[in-house]
């Protein structure tokens, strides 16, 4: 599960598109110079688009 803050909706990576209003999320952590980062996704197929 993920808990979305009340902070800025995050947008999918790939298309831009507000992720608080998409059915199916991804979100994934990477870690870059010590700090994490989360990249958020509104579906697996952006997810698989982004990583590709
Ligand atoms: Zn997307």
């Given at each position: 599960?993920?808990?979305?803050?009340?902070?800025?909706?995050?947008?999918?990576?790939?298309?831009?598109?507000?992720?608080?209003?998409?059915?199916?999320?991804?979100?994934?952590?990477?870690?870059?110079?010590?700090?994490?980062?989360?990249?958020?996704?509104?579906s697996?197929?952006?997810?698989?688009?982004?990583?590709?």
């Amino acid at each position: 599960m993920v808990e979305l803050t009340d902070e800025d909706p995050p947008e999918c990576q790939q298309c831009g598109d507000s992720v608080a209003s998409a059915s199916e999320q991804r979100v994934v952590s990477t870690v870059e110079d010590g700090t994490a980062i989360h990249q958020y996704f509104c579906s697996d197929a952006c997810l698989e688009l982004w990583e590709a």
